[in-house]
């Protein structure tokens, strides 16, 4: 008889098997309690995705906020821009604070800062390329009105 027990091979391979099967997590036979989720790890998926929720929602904050303050130095660097041009330009009076001007690019390249509109030259129209319309500030920077 011992011979006939010996010839039987066990078809579970013996990696996958415990000689103490009470130290495993999970039930190992037919009549274990059964291995449901509890509650906690489904508070703990609701946590997570809110909090997920929540920082994607902030991150979108910060990158508006980034493009806000790139989009604000990028008109910074245009009125510095357009405030270099305006000082080098030819000008036959003297510029008043908050007073509307317009810029023009002459044919030989040097600007001309005038009070005449691109609309205002007449039938012949402006001698001119229109550059920029602008207003000269307290601080004696330009903004760039058109």
Known sequence: M?????DKINPIDPDHIT?????L????HRGSMPV????QGELKG?????????T???????KE?????AQQANKIQDRVEVSSQIYGAEMRFEPLINHIYHLYQK????????????????????????????????????DIVD
């Open 2 to 6: 011992e011979e006939k027990k010996s």
């Open 19 to 23: 000689e103490e099967p009470g130290t």
């Open 25 to 28: 997590s999970y039930g190992h």
């Open 36 to 39: 449901v989720p509890t509650k």
């Open 46 to 54: 609701r946590a997570l995705s809110a909090m997920e929720h929540q």
């Open 56 to 62: 994607d929602i902030q991150l979108l904050q910060i």
């Open 65 to 69: 906020q980034m493009e806000l303050l």
């Open 107 to 142: 044919s030989e390249g040097t600007h001309l800062l005038s009070m005449i509109s691109p609309s205002d030259w007449g039938k012949r129209g402006c001698p001119y390329t229109f550059v920029a319309t602008v207003r000269l500030l307290a601080d004696h920077t330009w």
